[in-house]
């Protein structure tokens, strides 16, 4: 059949179809087809358009290369995500180095370090790239200090901030010197500013948690919003404040999503400190555990929206909002999904803040430690439920008859009264805990099939507390400081009252002074290491005091009635992170412990729900299917594929998306702990991951990347 070209609709359908087509092809390039940004894209959407690699070539898929940074320590952690600028790579290393590859074959292009005798290490999930045109730079955060790199040399951009730097302690109107601060999730670039959030510690001591931006040119500081509200400001009558007393925390830990066509960003934030007790900050607390939206150019707050009122869980919003859109009563929807410790992904329009999903709010246990008043009501129902939510007899552990006997008698010692018990000083259990649900993987969204996977983890935890014999607080600058009231205000958490740890995570300090000396302890607590934050804001008094607790042991004479000089409340602390387990150190849950999920936003259903990964000891008893906890996150392809690492079993898989089931799998150097990305380079197809282990579930340590790729020779299918 032939086509009268002299049609004016002809020509009509021609011209639309050219006009639409430049910015169809240039939308999807700039968001599904590169992987320039932290998770892929400003909106978060850890999704990749390539699909040279897919469900019918998948089991083809080898090692194409390997770098190892050649810097992995004992537990290191390595959780980056990779960025891709045309052919080269930008990753850092355990001890964070800041490294340029070739993305073609992991050759080292360039390395940074900002000084040989800084105290190395600590936690980093990706850096940012900017350029106005020119040359590009690369934000990269260490301690306390945000270095503009340039991208080319791997050399300090002389004319940002102070000679290629700025101090992430300062702008935020305290002594900077008393604050510690650090950046663990990359910022976010919108026009010509540098959002950025911090990791502020979760101790009584903690940094507040406020979001800043900063010239990405100068360095120089344009704005701040309040987590924390000043007087006078929106949300600072939701506290009850004490003077003298220490309000940190609320800060955005796990990264930001940008709605550039609008100018707002996105931020998800964390409790406030202390996480566990609220007896010192009672109220609504807000900005604690919010999504806010604020004018990406000024800071001004647009709405907020809060999950857990008050929070004594550390039930923190672990990452970036996913921007969605999505089938709306006839329409399209501009969305948000939030994932959650909690389990659930809450779906909010995007420009109102409104949930789109019927919420509940429901009274909760109250407290019975003294000082704390536990917010009477929580909401539940915030969204789309992906694991179950409270711990009870029903839903123990399966694994073997002795597992469960012995869990049933556990689990009569502790406090159970829904997912928002209160913590406890008898211990209550947490059904999902601290540990997610969901975590700072954050969610894959396929933006084609409007479908969300996500990773979760279903392990349950004790929350036991204990009031702080806390003896005298003395003044500042005397020789009688109390380290042991400095450990339990900043320590206790991850290494609890007795100094004992928690073997897979933590390590005991009991004994310290037989691996470290006291100038060794002294370095690592001001720089930090692994997963422990640099404490900073110890000035030589305290530290001296810290470390003498630490090697002796010795608490304070005074009775634990007295309360600290100044301060009108007492304090409690938890007695470390705790898992519920049974008698082998299994969760005491039923399995599986840990699972890869696809959600599908069209009917706000679960499609499908498998067990991510498992244990060799008790697969080789024939319980398989049980999961494992998992760290890091997923990553949806057009090739029909999630990726995924994060699991124990330190194995890197590719599932079929649309039915979930396993059709590859890899034994990494170490686990994978991080986020995939997905790249091409040179016409090749390639999927990366970051094989650190040694993150909190105590495998072996590494220090490699390893990149994916089909056989030469045997590339089959397209990249768009």
């Known amino acids: 059949m032939r086509t009268n070209k002299s049609n004016p609709r002809y020509f009509a359908i021609v011209s639309f179809i050219l006009l639409a087509l430049p910015f169809s092809c240039k939308q999807k390039e700039q968001h599904y087809q590169k992987w320039e940004t932290y998770r892929a894209s400003k909106t978060a959407a850890q999704y990749s358009d390539l699909k040279q690699i897919n469900k019918e070539n998948v089991h083809l898929l080898q090692p194409a290369w390997t770098y190892h940074t050649g810097d992995g320590g004992e537990r290191t952690p390595m959780e980056c995500n990779p960025i891709i600028i045309g052919n080269k790579m930008y990753i850092t290393s355990p001890q964070l180095d800041l490294i ?17 005798d800084r105290q190395a290490g600590g936690v980093n999930r990706g850096v940012t790239y900017w350029s106005d045109g020119g040359k590009g730079r690369i934000f990269m955060p260490i301690g306390h200090y945000l270095y503009a790199v340039d991208a080319d040399e791997g050399i300090l951009v002389d004319d940002f901030g102070d000679r290629g730097k700025i101090d992430l302690r300062e702008d935020l109107e305290r002594d900077p010197e008393s604050l510690s601060i650090a950046l663990s999730t990359p910022g976010i670039i919108f026009n010509e500013l540098l959002i950025v959030g911090s990791a502020t510690g979760e101790g009584y001591d903690a940094s507040p948690g406020h979001i800043r931006a900063y010239d990405a040119k100068t360095g120089s500081f344009k704005w701040i ?58 109220g609504e607390n807000l900005f604690g555990n919010c999504v806010i939206a604020l004018d990406a150019s000024t800071g001004e707050r647009q709405w907020h929206y809060q999950a857990v009122t008050h929070d004594v869980w550390d039930y923190d919003l672990p990452c970036a909002p996913t921007l969605v859109d999505i089938p709306w009563k006839g329409g399209t929807k501009k969305a948000l999904v939030q994932p959650t410790k909690m389990g659930e992904l809450i779906v909010l329009d ?33 969204g789309i439920q992906v694991v179950p939510q409270g711990l009870d007899s029903t839903y123990l552990t399966n694994i073997s008859d002795s597992a469960l006997a012995y869990v049933k008698e556990e689990f009569k010692k502790y406090r159970s009264e829904g997912m928002y018990t209160p913590p406890s000083a008898e211990g209550t259990i947490t059904f999902p805990a601290t540990r997610g649900g969901m975590l700072w993987g954050g969610a894959s969204y396929d933006p084609h099939e409007q479908i969300i996977y996500v990773n979760a983890n279903e392990i349950p935890m004790i929350l036991q507390i204990a009031k702080v014999s806390q003896g005298k607080f003395v003044n500042e600058g005397s020789e009688n400081i109390s380290g042991y009231h400095t450990y339990m205000s900043n320590c206790v958490n991850c290494h609890g009252a007795d100094r004992g740890g928690m073997a897979e995570a933590y390590p005991p300090l009991l004994g310290i002074g037989d691996k ?47 309360i600290f000089s100044g301060i009108g409340v007492d304090r409690y602390a938890l007695n470390g992170f705790r898992i519920f387990t049974d008698q082998e150190g299994f969760p005491a849950s039923r399995p599986p412990w ?76 170490a686990g994978g702990y991080a ?23 105590g495998t072996p340590t590494g220090d490699a990347y390893v990149a994916f790729a089909l056989p030469e020779g045997t590339v089959s299918g397209s990249f768009d």
């Open 350 to 382: 995007r420009y109102t803040g409104e949930p789109l999903l019927d919420i509940e709010e429901k009274t909760v246990p109250p407290s019975y430690i003294p000082g704390e008043v536990a917010h009477p009501t929580q909401k539940f129902n915030q």
């Open 225 to 282: 919003f309040r987590t924390i509200p000043g007087e006078g400001e929106f949300g600072h009558d939701t506290w009850n404040w004490i003077k003298g007393e220490n309000y940190g925390g609320t800060n955005n830990w796990g990264g930001m999503s940008l709605d550039e066509e609008k100018g707002w960003v996105y931020v998800a934030t964390g409790s406030p400190t202390y996480d566990f007790y609220g007896g010192n900050r009672l």
């Open 516 to 562: 470290y000396s006291r100038e060794e302890i002294k370095k690592i607590i001001s720089g930090g290491k692994g997963v422990m934050p640099a404490f900073t804001q110890f000035d030589a008094l305290r530290l001296e005091a810290l470390v003498d607790f630490l090697l002796t042991g010795e608490t304070p004479e005074e009775s634990a009635d007295e």
């Open 675 to 697: 986020v995939p990305a997905v790249y091409e380079a040179n016409g090749r197809q390639y999927v990366v991951i970051a094989a650190g282990g040694g993150n909190r579930i």
């Open 594 to 669: 840990g699972t890869l999920n696809a959600v599908d936003l069209k009917t706000m259903q679960i499609k499908w729900k498998v067990p991510l990964g498992y244990y060799p000891a008790l697969k080789e008893r024939g319980v398989t299917d049980t999961g494992t906890q998992n760290f890091g996150g997923c990553v949806a392809t057009g090739g029909g594929l999630v990726f995924i690492g994060g699991s124990a079993d330190e194995m890197f898989r590719a599932f079929n998306a649309e039915t979930g089931e396993e059709l590859w799998k890899y034994k990494l150097p």
């Open 100 to 116: 340029a590859l070739d993305a073609t074959n992991g050759a080292e292009l360039w390395r940074f370090s900002p000084s040989d």
